[in-house]
Antibody, heavy 125, light 106 residues
Framework: EVQLVQSGAEVKKPGESLKISCKTS????????IGWVRQLPGKGLEWMGIIYPGDSDTRYGPSFQGQVTISADKSISTAFLQWSSLKASDTAMYYCARRAYNYGPTGYYYYMDVWGKGTTVTVSS | SYELAQPPSVSVSAGQTASITCSGD??????VCWYQQKPGQSPVVVIY???KRPSGIPERFSGSNSGNTATLTISGTQAMDEADYYC?????????FGTGTKVTVL
């Protein structure tokens, strides 16, 4: 069974750093992209970025480039999302999800087929 | 950057059909998937590749995509279908979510 297990809830102060994790199991970690999604309180889903653990190729959504760092450690089948200096506006739920893929009539198609349960991050002074 | 627009809310009587639209420039040229999110839960994919249902998703969920609009249709809507729904498409290896639609079953 494919599983993505995220690290526990975090409470931090503005300016602090943070690294949250997404430990995967049940499949070959290096052959699927892993994405991160933000959900602000009471709001919709926002695409943060995605990493291919096989070669650490990483892409960021326009709003998140330079704001966060996505990484992966193949030795422990785990993806990470980190901040160097948190802001109150980073308070949100963060999900990791595996990107499934296949080839259709007009090219590759993708979808997030397995999701973690989310990590709540609260930033408050 | 690419944007996908959805109506904020859709109301439907139990047993009737709910249609949720997702609009974006030349969206029909891309593959679209749809997620269902219930309160306090992680999203679940209900449609991928425009109109395919993952195993375990009821047949009442269907999808289409043409021109600038993709549509998620829930036929014979049940109370358990009350949730938020998000479309998603990919633009240059970047995933873009729609603005989300809250479906209320009356």
């Amino acid at each position: 069974e494919v599983q993505l297990v995220q690290s526990g809830a975090e409470v931090k102060k503005p300016g602090e750093s943070l690294k949250i994790s997404c430990k995967t199991s049940g499949y070959s970690f290096t052959t699927y992209w892993i994405g991160w999604v933000r959900q602000l309180p009471g709001k919709g889903l926002e695409w943060m970025g995605i990493i291919y653990p096989g070669d650490s190729d990483t892409r960021y959504g326009p709003s998140f480039q330079g704001q966060v760092t996505i990484s992966a450690d193949k030795s422990i089948s785990t993806a990470f999302l980190q901040w160097s200096s948190l802001k109150a506006s980073d308070t949100a739920m963060y999900y990791c999800a595996r990107r499934a893929y296949n080839y259709g009539p007009t090219g590759y198609y993708y979808y997030m087929d397995v999701w973690g349960k989310g990590t709540t991050v609260t930033v408050s002074s | 950057s690419y944007e996908l627009a959805q109506p904020p809310s859709v109301s439907v009587s139990a047993g009737q059909t709910a249609s949720i639209t997702c609009s974006g420039d030349k969206l029909g040229d891309k593959y679209v998937c749809w997620y269902q999110q219930k309160p306090g839960q992680s999203p679940v994919v209900v449609i991928y590749q425009n109109n395919k249902r993952p195993s375990g998703i009821p047949e009442r969920f269907s999808g289409s995509n043409s021109g600038n609009t993709a549509t998620l249709t829930i036929s014979g809507t049940q109370a358990m279908d009350e949730a938020d729904y998000y479309c998603q498409a990919w633009d240059s290896n970047t995933g873009v979510f729609g603005t989300g639609t809250k479906v209320t079953v009356l």
